[in-house]
């Protein structure tokens, strides 16, 4: 059984739920390379044509999410006690 392309909303889809996830991260480094991550690997793959290898990544996609969930419960119970210099602001 060969497997359904993904439409255009639940890529969408994905891709926000990727960049809400990197959001929860309360390390501005983890937070920022998680988006970067996010960004670059749509990019990366935006040009795929055929069916197989766009189901793939997708799927591959939806497993790095999970992934980015359960990274993020971890790093919320271990978060550091001050913040990074990007993220104090100017007095």
Known sequence: MAAAAPTRAEVMSLFRS??????????????????????DAFRENRALGDVPAAAAAFAYGKKQLEVAKRQAVVYSLYAPKAKSIMEMKMQ
Not at 22 to 28: E, I, K, L
Request: proline letters at 0%.
């Open 18 to 39: 990727l960049l809400r996830t990197a959001r929860q991260f309360s390390d501005y480094n983890i937070r920022e390379y998680t988006c970067r991550r996010a960004a």
